[in-house]
């Protein structure tokens, strides 16, 4: 009986840790400035291709950015800057 109930308990730990797995990615990157420089305070919104979700987030001061919690998927991105210039690039793949 003892060896059924730790089978029973360790199956049902794969179970939880099965359902703990999700299939999101992320983007990440640094903003810089043709000379290099990092951009703080850039507000980057990446778009799925095929679904038009679009997410947000903000640039740190030292020019990193992450967009968390995304389907996997091909993202097509913009990026605005404090002075109002936004530039768009490529679609990327969220992994």
């Known amino acids: 009986m003892k ?6 308990v360790l ?16 983007i990440t990157g640094v903003i810089t ?7 703080p305070a850039a507000r ?5 291709t095929a679904t038009h ?6 640039s740190g ?3 990193t950015y992450q967009v968390l919690d995304l389907p996997i998927g091909i993202y097509g991105d913009s990026r605005t800057l ?8 490529r679609p990327t793949a969220a992994d």
């Open 3 to 8: 060896k059924l109930s730790l089978a029973l």
């Open 11 to 26: 199956a049902l730990c794969g179970v939880v840790s099965a359902l703990a797995q999700n299939a999101n990615g992320r």
């Open 33 to 39: 400035d043709p000379q290099g420089a990092v951009i």
């Open 44 to 48: 980057i919104t990446v778009t799925n």
């Open 53 to 58: 979700l679009s997410r947000s987030a903000e």
């Open 61 to 63: 001061a030292d020019g």
């Open 82 to 89: 404090r002075v109002h210039q936004s530039r768009s690039r």
